[in-house]
């Protein structure tokens, strides 16, 4: 799962990114504005923010984030503790607030308390549809009983889809979630790889249902279809 940190304590920030990397694919931002623009990517599983931050605080972020529609799950980090400061957030759409300082162990328990609430936090080392199962640790993808070989990145293409079932991905969305939005790398290898991720699943006797969606991007969906879409 991804997750971004967006906190001007650079120090404090890494040493969060640390303790979280066992469970997520961290990513950092140390301003408000730098922060926004990693968020309206629209790729992360939560957003850690803080308020106190140069050139746009975390309300700002939040509010902008809102407004845009962005409903990526966002927990407050903050030393603003009175009553007022709290309700605020959480009426901007925040999800939880932790004072500064805190336990690592409890933010940990509450990004998980807050995905768990939002639908996307799994407990289980595997995602299954029907006769495919996607072993996460190994990142071994089977059908049935027989092992289904991924090449590259093929698995965590395959994983986004089926944890975003019946969810337009754009192209975009896809590339910046599984390339990296700093990659050297064109945004038109999301169309190679979906294609190939079809090729190599009807390979093994299996046609999984990524769909198509004219002008806007691809969708795992969970109605069957005998066509076969091109990327």
Same mark, same amino acid.
């Given at each position: 799962?991804?997750?971004?940190?967006i906190?001007?304590?650079?120090? *404090?920030?890494? /040493?969060?990114?640390?303790?979280l990397?066992e469970?997520?694919?961290?990513?950092?931002a140390?301003?408000g504005?730098?922060?926004?623009y990693e968020?309206?990517?629209?790729?992360?599983?939560?957003? *850690? #923010?803080?308020?106190m931050?140069?050139?746009?605080d975390?309300?700002e972020?939040?509010?902008?984030?809102r407004?845009?529609?962005?409903?990526?799950p966002?927990?407050?980090?903050?030393?603003?503790?009175s009553?007022?400061?709290?309700?605020k957030?959480l009426?901007?759409g925040?999800?939880?607030?932790?004072?500064k300082?805190?336990?690592r162990?409890?933010? *940990?328990?509450r990004?998980?308390?807050?995905l768990?609430r939002?639908g996307?936090?799994?407990d289980?080392a595997?995602i299954?549809y029907k006769?495919?199962?996607?072993?996460?640790?190994?990142k071994?993808?089977?059908?049935?009983?027989?092992?289904?070989?991924?090449?590259?990145?093929?698995?965590?293409?395959?994983e986004? #889809?089926?944890?975003n079932k019946?969810?337009?991905?754009?192209?975009?969305?896809?590339?910046?979630?599984i390339?990296?939005f700093?990659?050297e790398?064109?945004v /038109?290898v999301?169309?190679?790889?979906? /294609?190939?991720?079809r090729?190599?699943?009807?390979?093994?006797?299996y046609?999984?249902p990524i769909k198509?969606?004219?002008?806007?991007?691809?969708?795992?969906? #969970?109605e069957? /279809?005998?066509?076969?879409?091109?990327?």
């Open positions: 799962m991804k997750l971004l940190i906190e001007d304590d650079i120090t *404090l920030a890494n /040493s969060i990114g640390d303790y990397r469970d997520f694919d961290v990513d950092f140390y301003d504005e730098e922060g926004l968020a309206e990517k629209d790729i992360y599983d939560i957003i *850690l #923010l803080d308020i931050m140069p050139e746009m975390g309300y972020v939040l509010d902008s984030l407004k845009e529609g962005i409903s990526t966002v927990i407050f980090m903050t030393a603003k503790d009553l007022d400061d709290k309700i957030g009426r901007l925040a999800d939880d607030y932790v004072v300082p805190f336990f162990e409890e933010l *940990l328990a990004i998980e308390a807050v768990r939002s996307r936090w799994t289980i595997s299954k006769d495919l199962t996607l072993e996460r640790k190994t071994r993808v089977f059908l049935r009983e027989k092992e289904i070989f991924l090449q590259g990145k093929q698995y965590d293409l395959l986004y #889809l089926l944890s019946d969810t337009i991905l754009t192209k975009e969305q896809i590339f910046d979630r390339w990296g700093d990659s790398t064109m /038109s999301v169309e190679v790889y979906i /294609s190939n991720l090729k190599t699943l009807k390979n093994y006797g046609t999984l198509t969606v004219r002008g806007l991007g691809y969708m795992f969906s #969970l069957e /279809s005998n066509e076969e879409e091109k990327a």
